[in-house]
Each structure stands twice: as structure tokens, then as C-alpha cells.
């Protein structure tokens, strides 16, 4: 791949931008705490969004567990935009802000599959604490408020 | 990456798996033809989805143009839902059907940003042909009722 000087636009988010291995805990009201090992990628091609992709394993076994990927769209005055799908049949429109080395968004917009689990909204943050990058995700499903669902930790492997 | 079996959910779209590069023309009421150069992959984990991602580039420059990810879920009587996120700020739901080497899908639900270009439905037509993956698509804007907007074809590369 040719390397491509980054836009602009994404100069904010470019803490973002590299591959990062970890491992995360998982809790919701209506299930068992459980664990998972986790990386994720953000790349950028030369336009003002980051290309996002993740995927989770079992930590015992390397089964697949979840996995996802989308854009994080720069648009300016530290607003971002994070358009992401899911294999669950469930695709979310995310807006927010970058603030230093933090990024915030909260679910505004779901389009869902008839066959896809009822998820109404997400909220997520993400933040580089040194040299590690952290998340916390928070998920409402029908008839569940936004609960903490899922928080995870990594270091940079590329 | 480790060899894991196919999910029998899938194997009525087992025709899609691997990597293909070919060539589509664009077209719509707004904006002159334009040709481009475009590599899709479906891959899968196991699980009874296909990991979709696409990207296209100019043939003359080989400038990024469009991209786009998402998965392909099969959901038994040859039933598909297609999730798809595009960094122009768009996330679309799709379903359809796949009848032998041909799906056709259609938008049932699609999320925007708020700076997104006003695209309010697409419908996609995926087909071998031979040794030849060929797709069709259409896209309706604000004001812009569906119109054919891109035809490709592909070899298969891996």
C-alpha cells in the first residue's frame, strides 16, 4: 500500500490511527459477566474519516465472538460522526466530539434487520490514557436502559 | 488466520467468497459517467454472515474514491440482510433474496448523518456470471427518484 499523507481533517483523531490488541470485560443486566480479547484498527486512506474495523475472541478458545467496522468522520470544530455496522443486523449513526485525546458519541439515528436483537442505542468512549487506548460502551435494547456493557484496554501492536 | 469451516447458513451465497478486482461505469441524472477500478472481498468466520468490504479508485491515478463494509446476513429461506456502512455518512439496512448465483436487495432502513449527501435508497443486484461476479445498483437522492447509478464486473483474484 502506498503510504498516503493524512487529511487534515484528521489531525484530531490521529491517536486513533494504528492497530491495537487487548482485552475487554463484558456485563449487561440481562447476561453473565464474561471476557474477551479484542483488536482493532483504524486506518486512513488520504480522505477526512478513519476507517474503522474490530473483532472480538474467546480468550480460552479464539472462537470469534463479535466484530464490527465503519468510518469515523472528521467534520470539523472537533465534531465527529461514526457510521458503523454490525453482523448482529444492526447499523448506527454515533455523533460527538473529539476532545484531546478523547472521543465521545451517543447513538442518534439505528437502522436494524426484522431478524436483528432489539440494541436502540449505544453510547461510546474512547481515550488514550498514556500509551493505552480505553473504550466504554454502553447499549439500551428494548424494554433496557443504557446500561455499561462493555470496557476494554489496549496497547499499540502496529 | 486459521481455516474454519463455512456455517451451513451460508453456503447458498459460498459463490461470493474471496476476493475479486474488476472495473464499473457510473452513471446518474446528476453527474457526467465515470469509470473506476474496484476490488471487493467476502470472507467469512464461521458464522452464518459474509464480512463484506469494498473499495474502488480512479484507473488513470489510482485516487481512493468510494469504500464501503458491511455483512451479508443469510437468514434461512434464502432470505438475506445486507448491513453496510459507508464513510459518506450513510448506513443502509438491505433485504432481499438469493436465488441461486443472484442476490437482489433492496433499502428497508438507512441512517444519516447530519453533513451526509441526501442518498434515501439503494438497491443492489449481485450475480455470477460464469467465471464473472457482475453488480448493478441503484441509488435514489432527495429529488432524485432510484436511478441506475454503477454496473462493475470482476475476476475472482484469491
Same mark, same amino acid.
Given at each position: 500500500m502506498i503510504a498516503t499523507d493524512i487529511n487534515p481533517a484528521l489531525k484530531p483523531a490521529e491517536f486513533l490511527l494504528g492497530t491495537w490488541r487487548g482485552e475487554g470485560e463484558g456485563q449487561y443486566p440481562t447476561i453473565r459477566p464474561f471476557r474477551y480479547r479484542e483488536e482493532i484498527r483504524f486506518s486512513h486512506n488520504g480522505k477526512p474519516f478513519l476507517i474503522y474495523a474490530q473483532r472480538t475472541e474467546?480468550? $480460552? &478458545?479464539? !472462537? %470469534?465472538? #463479535?466484530? $464490527?467496522? +465503519?468510518?469515523?468522520?472528521?467534520? +470539523?470544530?472537533?465534531?465527529?460522526?461514526?457510521?458503523?455496522? !454490525? @453482523?448482529?443486523?444492526?447499523?448506527?449513526?454515533?455523533? +460527538?466530539?473529539?476532545? +484531546? #485525546?478523547?472521543?465521545? *458519541?451517543?447513538? &442518534?439515528? *439505528?437502522?436494524?434487520? %426484522? &431478524?436483528?436483537? @432489539?440494541? &436502540?442505542?449505544?453510547?461510546r468512549s474512547l481515550w488514550l490514557d498514556g500509551d493505552t487506548l480505553r473504550y466504554e460502551l454502553k447499549m439500551a435494547l428494548e424494554g433496557v436502559p443504557l446500561a455499561r456493557h462493555l470496557v476494554a484496554s489496549f496497547s499499540r501492536v502496529d
Open positions: 474467546a480468550i $480460552e &478458545t479464539g !472462537q %470469534p465472538m #463479535h466484530r $464490527e467496522a +465503519g468510518y469515523l468522520r472528521l467534520v +470539523g470544530d472537533g465534531r465527529v460522526e461514526f457510521v458503523i455496522a !454490525q @453482523p448482529i443486523g444492526y447499523a448506527e449513526i454515533s455523533l +460527538g466530539r473529539v476532545d +484531546g #485525546h478523547r472521543i465521545d *458519541v451517543e447513538c &442518534t439515528s *439505528v437502522a436494524r434487520t %426484522p &431478524t436483528a436483537k @432489539p440494541v &436502540t442505542s449505544i453510547s
